[in-house]
C-alpha cells in the first residue's frame, strides 16, 4: 500500500486507531447490552478493520471471531469473549503509546 512505509503515515494510523478504538469497543459493548446481533457483527467488523490496519493480529483474531459467531453464539459467551477484546485492547493501546513515546512523535 502507498506510503505505508513512511514513519508520518504509520504514526498517523496508529494515531487514528488508538483515538477510534474506544468508540468501536463502545459500539460493541451497546450492542451486546441491547442483544442486536446485528449491531454487534457490523460493530465488530469495523473494530477488526482497524485493528488490522494497524497491525494488531491478536486484536484482529479476537473480533474475527465475534464477528463470525454474533449471529449464533449464546450472549454470555459472546460477552466472555468481549473480556478479552478489551484487555487485548489496552495491550494495543499500550503498544500504540510506547511506539509513539519512543518515535518521538507527538501523537
Known amino acids: 500500500m502507498l506510503g505505508l512505509n513512511d514513519p508520518v503515515t ?10 477510534d478504538l474506544p468508540q468501536m469497543l463502545d459500539a460493541i459493548a451497546q450492542a451486546l447490552g441491547a442483544g442486536d446481533r446485528i449491531a454487534l457483527a457490523r460493530a465488530a467488523h469495523a473494530a477488526k478493520g482497524a485493528a488490522g490496519s494497524a497491525a494488531a493480529q491478536r486484536l484482529w483474531e479476537l473480533l474475527a ?43
Not at 10 to 19: K, R
Not at 73 to 95: D, H, K, M, T, V
Request: hydrophobic letters at 40%; glycine letters at 4%.
Open 10 to 19: 504509520q504514526a498517523d494510523l496508529l494515531s487514528v486507531f488508538a483515538s
Open 65 to 107: 471471531s465475534l464477528e463470525k459467531d454474533a449471529a449464533t453464539c449464546a450472549f454470555e459467551e459472546l460477552g466472555a469473549r468481549f473480556s478479552q477484546i478489551q484487555a487485548e485492547s489496552a495491550r494495543a493501546q499500550a503498544q500504540v503509546a510506547h511506539l509513539s513515546s519512543s518515535s518521538g512523535s507527538p501523537r
